[in-house]
């Protein structure tokens, strides 16, 4: 995961998250394939706070991830389980965004933040592809048209390098 993408998460984190409240938080893609000393991940952003339940979720075993999935469109998870779910460096990845955001939405009861690159070189590897880029006008289709979220960010972030989208459950 890369400075841009872990500041954007950051500012997610400060801007839309009350730590005094109970939250539970599922990060889907969480598999870190960074070093494992770097700590290139979002968890560091929420596994200090006692208020915070933080699952990590990948089709793919390893660092990071609590649960794998066997499906990466279908979560074994109840509508609305999670009041946060996040996604950063991962849409790029997956074939079909449309139904993966329509799955996101699905398992969040509030907030949606995703966060994939704008403009970045190719950077598929044996075990993932690279499938997309996505632009502002991109995530709001993904978040308002196909998810059925209320957007209430949605830009690019780092120079250009990132698009954030936060969503709202209506």
Not at 96 to 124: F, Q, W
Request: net charge negative.
């Amino acid at each position: 995961m890369h400075y841009e993408c872990l500041q954007g998460m950051n500012r997610f984190v400060k801007e839309f998250l009350d730590t005094k409240q109970k939250l539970n938080i599922l990060e889907v893609g969480s598999f870190n394939a960074s070093k494992p000393e770097k700590d290139n991940i979002f968890r560091r952003y929420f596994r200090d706070n006692p208020n915070w339940k933080f699952t990590g979720i990948d089709i793919i075993d390893g660092p990071n991830v609590d649960i794998v999935a066997k499906d990466p469109y279908n979560y074994e998870f109840y509508d609305n389980e999670f009041d946060v779910v996040i996604s950063g460096n991962c849409i790029e990845h997956v074939a079909d965004s449309h139904k993966m955001v329509k799955e996101i939405a699905r398992i969040t009861n509030n907030l949606v933040c995703i966060i994939v690159p704008a403009v970045r070189e190719y950077h598929g590897t044996k075990l993932w592809k690279d499938y997309w880029r996505v632009y502002p006008e991109a995530m709001e289709f993904l978040l308002k048209d196909i998810a059925g979220l209320e957007i209430l960010k949605c830009k690019t972030i780092g120079n250009g390098i990132d698009t954030i989208g936060v969503g709202k459950k209506i």
